[in-house]
Protein backbone atom coordinates (compact mmCIF):
# COMPACT_ATOMS: atom_id res chain seq x y z
CA UNK A 1 0.00 0.00 0.00
CA UNK A 2 1.62 3.08 -0.79
CA UNK A 3 2.05 5.90 1.35
CA UNK A 4 -0.50 8.88 0.43
CA UNK A 5 0.72 12.48 1.50
CA UNK A 6 -2.90 12.85 3.03
CA UNK A 7 -2.18 10.05 5.51
CA UNK A 8 1.49 11.83 6.10
CA UNK A 9 -0.53 15.55 6.65
CA UNK A 10 -3.10 13.73 8.87
CA UNK A 11 -0.34 12.08 11.05
CA UNK A 12 1.57 15.55 10.98
CA UNK A 13 -1.83 17.34 12.08
CA UNK A 14 -2.15 14.60 14.77
CA UNK A 15 0.81 15.64 16.74
CA UNK A 16 0.30 18.05 19.61
CA UNK A 17 3.03 19.81 19.36
CA UNK A 18 2.30 21.06 15.65
CA UNK A 19 -0.86 22.03 16.57
CA UNK A 20 0.19 23.82 19.28
CA UNK A 21 3.17 26.08 17.40
CA UNK A 22 0.47 26.80 15.01
CA UNK A 23 -1.77 28.01 17.28
CA UNK A 24 0.91 30.27 18.97
CA UNK A 25 1.46 31.86 15.61
CA UNK A 26 -2.19 32.75 15.02
CA UNK A 27 -2.18 33.81 18.75
CA UNK A 28 1.13 36.15 18.28
CA UNK A 29 -0.23 37.79 14.89
CA UNK A 30 -3.69 37.76 16.41
CA UNK A 31 -2.46 40.39 18.37
CA UNK A 32 -3.26 42.92 15.92
CA UNK A 33 -6.70 42.14 16.71
CA UNK A 34 -6.26 44.47 19.83
CA UNK A 35 -3.68 46.98 18.70
CA UNK A 36 -5.79 49.58 19.85
CA UNK A 37 -5.61 49.00 23.58
CA UNK A 38 -3.86 51.45 25.74
CA UNK A 39 -0.18 51.47 25.27
CA UNK A 40 0.44 51.18 28.79
CA UNK A 41 -1.08 47.77 29.12
CA UNK A 42 0.62 46.21 25.93
CA UNK A 43 3.63 47.32 26.65
CA UNK A 44 3.43 44.72 29.54
CA UNK A 45 3.46 41.69 26.96
CA UNK A 46 7.24 42.61 25.56
CA UNK A 47 8.14 41.45 29.04
CA UNK A 48 9.44 37.65 29.48
CA UNK A 49 7.59 37.09 32.35
CA UNK A 50 3.98 38.11 30.71
CA UNK A 51 4.78 36.18 27.08
CA UNK A 52 5.84 33.14 29.15
CA UNK A 53 2.45 33.73 30.89
CA UNK A 54 0.17 33.58 27.71
CA UNK A 55 2.59 30.87 26.14
CA UNK A 56 1.76 28.49 29.16
CA UNK A 57 -1.80 29.18 29.04
CA UNK A 58 -1.86 28.18 25.29
CA UNK A 59 0.65 25.04 26.14
CA UNK A 60 -1.50 24.25 28.84
CA UNK A 61 -4.81 24.06 26.34
CA UNK A 62 -3.18 21.47 23.88
CA UNK A 63 -1.31 18.92 26.64
CA UNK A 64 -3.85 17.89 29.14
CA UNK A 65 -2.40 14.55 29.65
CA UNK A 66 1.28 15.99 29.92
CA UNK A 67 2.99 16.54 33.34
CA UNK A 68 3.23 19.88 34.17
CA UNK A 69 6.84 20.29 34.10
CA UNK A 70 7.03 19.25 30.67
CA UNK A 71 4.44 21.68 29.87
CA UNK A 72 6.69 24.48 31.77
CA UNK A 73 9.69 23.34 30.07
CA UNK A 74 7.66 23.79 26.45
CA UNK A 75 6.72 27.32 27.34
CA UNK A 76 10.19 28.14 28.47
CA UNK A 77 11.56 27.01 25.17
CA UNK A 78 9.43 28.69 22.75
CA UNK A 79 9.80 31.76 25.10
CA UNK A 80 12.89 31.82 24.45
CA UNK A 81 12.73 31.04 20.82
CA UNK A 82 10.54 33.90 20.35
CA UNK A 83 12.45 36.53 21.82
CA UNK A 84 15.48 35.07 19.59
CA UNK A 85 12.97 35.32 16.68
CA UNK A 86 11.89 38.61 17.82
CA UNK A 87 15.47 39.84 17.72
CA UNK A 88 16.51 38.32 14.52
CA UNK A 89 13.78 40.21 12.59
CA UNK A 90 14.87 43.48 14.69
CA UNK A 91 18.48 42.91 13.62
CA UNK A 92 17.49 42.44 9.68
CA UNK A 93 15.72 45.51 9.51
CA UNK A 94 18.02 47.62 11.61
CA UNK A 95 20.80 46.78 8.66
CA UNK A 96 17.60 47.35 6.00
CA UNK A 97 16.97 50.85 7.37
CA UNK A 98 21.03 51.45 7.14
CA UNK A 99 20.92 50.70 3.51
Not at 7 to 16: E, P, Q
Not at 50 to 74: A, E, M, P
Amino acid sequence: MALMLSDVMNNMYSNTLVQTCELMVGAIFAGYLVADLPLEFLNLFQKPIYQFGVVLLIFNQNFKNTKTHFIIFYAVLFTIALKIFKHMINEHYKKTDKE
